[in-house]
């Protein structure tokens, strides 16, 4: 009872203790698209559809889950990665057998995030995983510390805009999802993307037209875009969103040697 209790403590310590604090400096909102666990439906079909307006994505890849079948999808296959990475999409890290963080100690976090490297460099050769979102969203603080000294940013789940001083370690997201991302919802959330001069993160997973209940439709994620840019929002992957605010973005050797 006692390990639960102390367990829910740094998860919630993850979640609020800003630990990783960054006051950003542009002066027009951005927005970002990116996909989790990578199902074969968002490079086939989500990813070309962002290309179609001059948009590049972040996708969150655990390698080894690569061509494995899920309850609700296909993952990804190595090619696609390829694909992705070769088309100017931006690869992150998902650790490399999609677990949650909060279980793991200190080896065990590192062991995942070196296997997930070595994986998708061997797909990639050279690719640098710069920014990190958590599985399942969960996270606790020792492993928040841990991650963000490796990585630029870690992506949550936790709903909201990001903006004035946010922190890079538990960026806030935006579901794309067909089930809660309602055009008024949409609205609102720019509206305040508009008078913030906030960072919009959103995230899905399939993109198909008969999407899982956390995925999307095809037109949702077309209607979405249409709406962002007819507003005249920047969409840039997490990586070129960095650049945006003003942060000025490491490699992984750098990190490494911090």
Not at 153 to 161: A, H, M, N
Request: glycine content about 8%.
């Amino acid at each position: 009872m006692l390990k639960t209790l102390y367990g829910g403590i740094l998860r919630k310590a993850a979640r609020h203790y800003r630990s990783k604090p960054f006051a950003m400096r542009n002066m027009a909102p951005l927005v970002s698209f990116t996909f989790d666990d990578v199902p074969d439906s968002a490079a086939s079909y989500g990813a070309p559809l962002l290309e179609s307006y001059g948009v590049r994505g972040t996708f969150y890849v655990a390698g080894g889950t690569l061509g494995r079948d899920d309850a609700h999808w296909n993952v990804i296959a190595p090619d696609q990665v390829r694909t992705l990475a070769r088309d100017g999409h931006e690869i992150g890290c998902h650790t490399f057998s999609h677990v949650a963080v909060d279980t793991l100690d200190e080896p065990a976090m590192e062991l995942e995030c070196e296997q997930n490297r070595s994986a998708l460099r061997d797909i990639v050769p050279g690719l640098e995983l710069a920014n990190f979102c958590y599985p399942f969203g969960r996270a606790s603080l020792p492993r928040k510390l841990q991650l963000q000294n490796r990585f630029d940013t870690c992506r949550g789940i936790y709903e909201g805009v990001n903006c004035g001083t946010i922190d890079l370690a538990m960026l806030k997201a935006v579901e794309l999802y067909d089930r809660t991302l309602t055009q008024h919802k949409l609205q609102r959330v720019l509206r305040a993307a508009r008078a913030n001069n906030a960072w919009v993160i959103f995230y899905t997973h399939d993109v198909t037209t008969n999407p899982s209940w956390i995925g999307c439709s095809p037109h949702l994620l077309r209607d979405t875009l249409e709406t962002v840019l007819g507003e005249g929002i920047a969409c840039l992957s997490i990586r070129d969103a960095l650049a945006a605010i003003g942060y000025r973005t490491k490699t992984v050797s750098e990190a490494a040697a911090a």
